[in-house]
């Protein structure tokens, strides 16, 4: 039976074009991350690519669309009606669509190219500044080796600041991505790769491992702090300062329990004791937004939970479950939330 477009196809097209629009809308808009709402250098040259790019696919796609929905009206089969005329070998036809796919292939790998040869390059006369991200699995730290401290969770960095991001893996192979402030590089141990980035806004910008990375890779997020000059340098002065001496009576015993303890074979906190051990720096814990590569949020309830038992939040993390008694676990979160 002879095809014919009736009012159902083209209501089933409006349908389909009205689905991709939204989906396109709601990818546009929220709050995660978003590769379309660049806040940094190099997000927007990348973002601008990708706009181009789409652009270019659209316009493509319109047009073949419009040809093709032309024909299927223009030349549908009537009863009675002669065969089309056969076109196979026609040399211009051949010739023309193998020109045009050229030329659009050609103008995507320009504008690739002075993307990555050129508009990605670090601009000049910026001041800089360079990070230690390393990753472990599963969360990332982050070292200031020329302010002397370590953090985990949280890269607090100045506005309009080139940044340059050491990248070191400590284990297996990773991706530090910044969606909104920059592409994605990866994180390879034994290679040490290198990124930078330089945001515009002040604000908060989720980053993420985007590279599976074993059980809990999606629980290996972190969070960019973007800061005026000036709360920059109150955060690292914060952060130089070694840990405050707790004061309610719950937290001294929390401090008390630390330093007696397990955890201190596998966490520091500078001014209890030293070294560079495998679980995150909690110097100034209570002062991050993310526990354990944003597996919770770091209020008191959430902390309390994770000390009860690490491997239910977080099954196969490097933190066991210690066993601690309900009185352990009220001193502990009274000390380590008291470190701001
Ligand atoms: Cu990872």
């Known amino acids: 039976?002879?095809?014919?477009?009736?009012?159902?196809?083209?209501?089933?097209?409006?349908?389909?074009?009205?689905?991709?629009?939204?989906?396109?809308?709601?990818?546009?808009?929220?709050?995660?991350?978003?590769?379309?709402?660049?806040?940094?250098?190099?997000?927007?040259?990348?973002?601008?690519?990708?706009?181009?790019i789409f652009g270019i696919a659209t316009f493509i796609f319109v047009v073949v669309m419009a040809a093709f929905i032309y024909s299927i009206i223009r030349f549908r089969a009537r009863p009675g009606a002669p065969a089309p005329r056969q076109i196979h070998g026609l040399n211009w036809l051949e010739i023309t669509w193998t020109i045009i796919p050229t030329g659009?292939?050609?103008?995507?790998?320009?504008?690739?190219l002075y993307t990555l040869l050129g508009a990605i390059q670090q601009p000049t006369g910026v001041p800089t500044m360079t990070v230690n991200a390393v990753g472990h699995q599963w969360w990332w730290e982050f070292?200031?080796?020329?302010?002397?401290?370590?953090?985990?969770?949280?890269?607090?960095?100045?506005?309009?600041?080139?940044?340059?991001?050491?990248?070191?893996?400590?284990d297996v192979i990773h991706s530090f991505w910044i969606p909104d402030l920059a592409g994605k590089?990866?994180?390879?141990?034994?290679?040490?790769?290198?990124?930078?980035?330089?945001?515009?806004?002040?604000?908060?910008?989720?980053g993420e491992c985007a590279e599976f990375c074993g059980t809990q890779h999606a629980h290996m997020d972190f969070e960019v702090v973007v800061q005026s000059q000036a709360d920059y340098n109150a955060w690292v002065a914060g952060q130089q300062q070694t840990a405050a001496k707790p004061t309610s009576p719950l937290a001294i015993a929390g401090?008390?329990?630390?330093?007696?303890?397990?955890?201190?074979?596998?966490?520091?906190?500078?001014?209890?004791?030293?070294?560079?051990?495998?679980?995150?720096?909690?110097?100034?814990?209570?002062?991050?937004?993310?526990?354990?590569?944003?597996?919770?949020?770091?209020?008191?309830q959430n902390l309390a939970l994770w000390l009860k038992n690490p491997q239910a939040i977080k099954?196969?993390?490097?933190?066991?479950?210690?066993h601690l008694t309900q009185q352990q676990i009220d001193e502990l979160v009274a000390y380590l939330e008291s470190l701001k």
């Open 104 to 112: 659009v292939l050609v103008a995507v790998l320009i504008v690739t």
């Open 255 to 300: 401090e008390k329990y630390f330093a007696s303890a397990a955890c201190v074979g596998c966490h520091v906190i500078n001014g209890v004791n030293t070294g560079n051990l495998i679980g995150p720096n909690l110097t100034h814990f209570g002062s991050r937004q993310l526990i354990a590569g944003g597996v919770l949020d770091n209020t008191p």
């Open 185 to 206: 590089t990866d994180v390879i141990p034994g290679h040490d790769n290198t990124m930078w980035f330089k945001s515009d806004t002040p604000g908060y910008y989720r």
């Open 1 to 52: 039976m002879p095809f014919h477009l009736n009012a159902n196809h083209v209501k089933m097209g409006a349908i389909a074009l009205g689905v991709t629009l939204c989906a396109l809308a709601l990818g546009a808009w929220g709050t995660p991350p978003n590769i379309l709402q660049p806040h940094g250098y190099l997000a927007k040259t990348e973002s601008n690519l990708f706009w181009i």
């Open 315 to 322: 099954d196969g993390s490097d933190m066991p479950n210690l």
């Open 143 to 170: 070292q200031y080796p020329d302010q002397h401290f370590v953090t985990a969770d949280e890269l607090h960095v100045p506005v309009n600041m080139v940044v340059h991001v050491n990248l070191i893996s400590h």
